[in-house]
């Protein structure tokens, strides 16, 4: 019986980190959303890894961005991303929950950004 076996980890390893940097998540921060060491999302990032289909989903999750990206990419480049665009892409990523949970806190920090509306 022929079995297909997935064999491109180096890139799968590279989409995990470019994925990573766009949430502004650190490895740290990684590993801590889907109960992973460091030192394996690190093993992962650099392709000397492989997962499971249980973390693979995780990660997905995670990093908001589908399995099959994950698996096999859309020719996205590693580049460093500007803070602006590390929240941009956060928004995009995020449900209607998410959203007022990330409204909430930038208002708890800036109170003076509370819209009027909620006032009155």
């Known amino acids: 019986m022929y079995r297909n076996e997935f064999e491109d980890w180096i890139g799968f390893g590279n ?3 470019i994925s990573r940097k766009q949430m502004g998540l650190t490895v740290e921060k990684l590993a801590e959303c889907v109960d992973r060491t460091e ?3 690190n093993r992962l990032e650099k392709g000397e890894k492989s997962c499971s289909v249980h973390t693979i989903h995780q990660l ?3 990093l908001k961005v589908s399995t099959d990206f994950l698996l096999y990419g ?3 480049e ?3 991303y500007k803070d ?3 929240i941009k892409n956060i928004i995009e990523r995020c449900n209607k929950k998410e959203l007022k ?3 909430d806190v930038i208002v708890a920090m800036y109170p003076k950004f509370i819209n ?3 006032n009155e």
Request: without cysteine; neutral net charge; proline residues 0%.
């Open 78 to 80: 590693e580049r460093d």
């Open 116 to 118: 009027k509306e909620e």
């Open 60 to 62: 997905s999750k995670s």
């Open 15 to 17: 989409r995990v980190k």
């Open 39 to 41: 030192n394996y999302i």
């Open 74 to 76: 859309d020719k996205q």
């Open 101 to 103: 949970i990330i409204k």
């Open 84 to 86: 602006e665009e590390i």
